[in-house]
């Protein structure tokens, strides 16, 4: 089983920076996209963040374009987010996950994603 362990969420005032990391198990990680998504109270899933296999490609909501990047190391089998220049409604609980298919694109529907992470709070105060 694939475990992706999320941390470095927490409480930021806007105006500041956040780094996620998510470690994974997968021996495949390598091969995979991997991306972030982020769910606030009463509203869906949505995609943040997501990188291919190779890091040759990389995708972000119009929300976070020029405040996050994400970035990846497959030795360590890590993806991490960088978040800058918070605003408040960057606050939600944020999810790491793992494409299902191999040396794919980035997908922005979740049901393309196999694997979770249990999500990291964040909350970002105005």
């Known amino acids: 089983q694939v475990q992706l362990v999320e941390s470095g969420g927490g409480l930021a005032q806007a105006g500041g920076s956040l780094r996620l990391s998510c470690a994974a198990s997968?021996?495949?990680?390598?091969?995979?996209?991997m991306a972030w998504f982020r769910q606030a109270p009463g509203k869906e899933r949505e995609l943040v963040a997501g990188?291919?296999?190779?890091?040759?490609?990389?995708y972000y909501a119009d929300s976070v374009k020029g405040r996050f990047t994400i970035s990846r190391d497959n030795a360590k089998k890590m993806v991490d987010l960088q978040m800058n220049s918070l605003k408040p409604d960057d606050t939600a609980v944020y999810y790491c996950?793992?494409?299902?298919?191999?040396?794919?694109?980035?997908?922005?529907?979740?049901?393309?994603?196999?694997?979770w992470g249990q999500g990291t709070q964040v909350t970002v105060s105005s």
């Open positions: 997968d021996v495949s990680f390598g091969s995979h996209t």
């Open positions: 996950a793992e494409a299902r298919a191999r040396y794919g694109m980035v997908y922005r529907n979740t049901h393309e994603y196999e694997y």
């Open positions: 990188i291919t296999w190779s890091a040759a490609a990389t």
